[in-house]
């Protein structure tokens, strides 16, 4: 029996809520989960969530969520700002921690959150989705494998469009005290990829711009824009592999796009997370006549994709992969090896991306260090 | 409150439990759930799914289920053969009904459900997942709105491989007393968009083919193959379109695919199940030197998209579907109308199966009647 | 040395026009071709004609060019009535001839082509294009290699959208004295693929419909449209393998589609000819986990790619079918064997055509004989 | 009347062939072309090509090509080293010359062959084959009318797969003398396209790879490789735009990748030149419920295209681009304005690579002057 608390009920908190409430019926080898205590920043707003997700209590204090015994883990996710405070609490309260991504807007919070974790002896998870997809779980075993022999170089592009309006008006993501721009909402995702395929990052060259120099204010008159939407970054990985990472929140027509392309020396793997049911393979190994890129439509192959679907191509979506993310939890709860994102993994992200932007501060190569 | 039922836990048994376990948390408007009774073949097997799912009771009898006077309403998600006998039970017990398709495997048993759903007065819903796609019901909505004018011809396509290996050893689907073959595994999806978009069927000529003339039997020999995974029908639909429907269970590569190619007077729209995140639109309208056919991935612009994410192009998966599917039924249950496939619905889709069967048989056109 | 005259200089005559030009440098293994004499409608046409691809002769008279001693072969590119007069007065004036398709407008004087063929002794060659482009020449080895197994399906399309306003005027391919319609435009050029993979048709059942019942008149007014733009055939093939044709030439947003599906007991092959420098193929031969569909790009393993560009995935052009169409007249002026649809065949191809007409004004399958 | 010369049988020889024969029947609105005189390394190899190609004369010294009195214009498509001592030659003896890019192999000399340019007061022109394309020149249209609104951010990436092979031997191009690697080979390309749509490049930061450290050597034994494989590039644009360029001929699978994305603050812009009749462009004019990417095939809309074919959808190949570029130095000897790259325009695009190699050695930004 797991007793859960979660705090913040927006995009994911719903998807926290969700993944609770499914991960028994699609794994079917899940302790029994209670959903014990939500908390939200009003009581009322708290008791009505509370309801729609089936949790029994409710509370408009997030400390009472913390505090509940009944609770055995947390869900965490508030905004960015309020992550260190509630995840140090509920570490420091002997509760397991499951905070999403990015960690903290700094740096120095965000290894604040880590020494919590190492300290506590509990178990501190960050949600990064995009590694739970069948597709990307099947991707590293193929790169274990050596499909494509040994990787030489990498490309990762993370693209929206949310920010792509000129006409829009400025508001606090433009504001420098919300941190790079783009680097902090996008790039902590390829970033996690990475780790997970390759390890860590060693030196970084950034470069950041801006497409609108300046915005409207809701009141009148026009504000300079203090964040970037764009970075480009030349990167050398640990193991040597050489790579660029790219990120675009003002890409007009991108809506979820995460492409990644890892050259090998017998083939080539190309991933685009808009259509994440499926990947690209290019092997050397088939005939020269009939080399291409394959596409290939995840099935119950491609672990865990039939503990939702027996049949294949039918498609996982966004929110299955925070019920994968869950049941990995959940594994690793009952201390079985799990697929994850801890906060130690977490921070070597985050120092990537503050090498980056210090990177294109000084406009030179940066050791990530 | 509803009070939940629920036949079966194989492939959909499972959907319809994640369905009714997350419709609370995904659209936040529900009356609580509450999952009640899980019947299965078996007593042990009922009570494993029952833990799993979250139901309170567990029988090895279905008509426990149907008998229990906490469920308001009974998922049956058995073998197409059990259909008739429990849906019909269920109805007449007085409770609603949510059905998996097909119907039953004759049209005779199909009227006896459409007269019990009749007589009961109670409300009588078949599962036909595709057609609750955020894209196919938008589709369904441009059409409306004639976006491509006046829809002149129609073609769609239904294919998948599970039958196509010549290896594979003969079992129960092969005999005649399974069925046609492909009509019934998959025509009645193609056939449900049909009727969600343009209405009824009128006419049909169809050839159907066997891939494999025998199979090997599991005990040596071999034994001829007497049901048909290939159909091919010629169409006109009651307004008078020209159409075409093609059905393969033996297509390689295939996994789910659901092609529609819709073309009309001022444009087309093309849809394929296997990326049903997105679909495909060619307007007259666009500058002649811009023309050309949008690919357009859902958002929440697309309802009920939004319930589930609030940032487009992330992607719903197959499950989902099921868990609109669910909010559907819970409005008409709340007397608000609802976009489903209610018994009268399916049983004019059966009818049009059985004419395909007829015309092939006969080698001549077959009006649907 | 070859001797070339041209009559007709559209669409298909600057094409071979192009062709004998460049055959030469393309191959390097050829005859000299001499651009010798050229007709057209009016002596001021042909001459500017003649200027302009390098003819050294021009005549308003077709005839003087197949009277011509200079004159050895006799590239016949004029509309389609033209085709039989000409086509039968080049080859009884000793002349080989390359007619472009189709035949002729009825089955007689198709008859009357192929005798006067065999009569003559001659080359008597149509111009089916999409035979020559190296993905399909590769498509037809890999199915004789037997790399998808048996075939045991076949689905073919062929779609542009020249006739899909429905604000444009009627003219005379509105006309029954124009022919059928769509399957006289469109249905040659399937016939000749499937003519090339798998033979000959033996059956068919064939459903025509018309977008538009009438259309504007130039002086005003409407007339009723007298041709079919739609035709929906299903088919068996002489090897016994069911199939569909569908051909609309007033499908919108499709330029020039021919959408081939073939699928095998081992495998599947796709083709669009809207992107020939590619095509599909998915083989069981694959491991499970990275079965897909591999988008190969045709480069100079696939015969005659590499006489074009040396290096893979730059891509050829339409023009370049006829080039190769032109090696291939040249390979059998010279006693080689070459890959072509001579008289012959091509009138097993209009027997189709003409046995699906029949079908659809009888409402029955027809056999093709 | 142009009178032709061609040094040079090659790749690029054959494809200036091919165009010189073809130019006048493909546009009809040419003065007559005249192949003269065909120079090669040897008298046997010249005077079968002379033969393959159609040239009235041939010369196994390629001075006696531009000491020609009836040569007009000389192609000049020998390997790069070449080009520096012919192109001058043959403007100092009073020729046109349409020479194959890159340049040379040191800056120095491709300065020269400029000012050899300049005192001449002939055309000289660069064969850069892409910025020909429909789809190409269409996209600087529209750019030009600002459909996407103003430009942002541009990525554009180059890759084949030539050398991706790591059992391939060591040779020439593995060696230092044969220039940096990827960048001479490819980068021209991709910086000719940015030349033509947004002008010069004014800082680079280069970072380059090799995949494979070393490689067998024919006679035995392996050899360091002196050669980059792989270059990636963040840059900044004159007009202020930020970019990356990324080039790599080691990329499996990717046979003429040149893939564009131009992002503006009304849509986007993609194109790849593996599928170059085809572009796509999203656009925020389109409603945002069917907003998309448009895939649009190019046609006879998009200049020059309907000279080779009056019906859109049906391809061109690659050896047609540099048949356009034969047409536009046919107008510029005319007279009339020209869409090409000439000496001068050359010159800087060699700039921006030698600034890139320079950055990648220095390890910092470097700014192209």
Redesign the interface.
Known sequence: MVGVGLIGTG?MG?CH??AW??V???F?DTP?VRLVHLGEATEDLAERCA????FAKASGDWRAVIEDPEVDIVSVTTPNQFHPEMAIAALEAGKHVWCEKPMAPTFAEAQAMRDAASRSGKLAVLGFNYIQSPAFR?IRT?LDER???EV??L?I?MD?D?M???EALFFWKHEAASGYGALDDFAVHPLSLISKLFGRVSRV?C?M?K??ADRQVAGGGRRAVETWD?A?V?M?LENGI???L?V?R????????IALQI??????IVFDQ?????F???V?S?R??????????V?P??EPYGR?????????????HKIIECHEIIARLEGRPAHLVDFDEGLEIERSVHAMARSHQE???VDVR
Do not use: C
């Not at 309801?51 to 089936?54: L, Q, S, Y």
């Not at 003002?250 to 796009?257: E, H, I, L, T, V």
């Not at 808009?274 to 499926?278: A, G, K, L, S, V």
């Not at 020269?288 to 439509?297: A, C, S």
């Open positions: 995009f719903k809520a969700i409430t499914s028994g019926a699609v079917g029994r309801r729609e997700f089936g099947h193929l499909i494509i022999g030489n170089h490309r592009e929206e949310f792509a309006d000129p060259m470069d711009a497409p609108y764009i480009s030349l050398r050489a790579g660029t790219q675009n003002s890409a007009w027509g991108r809506k979820g796009r050259f090998g020396s017998k083939g080539t808009e259509r994440f049911n499926e690209q393979l290019y050397t088939d020269p006549t009939e080399q291409g890129f394959r596409t290939i439509l099935g192959h491609h939702f679907i027996p049949a294949p191509g039918h498609g996982l979506g966004f929110n299955d406009q030179r190569w």
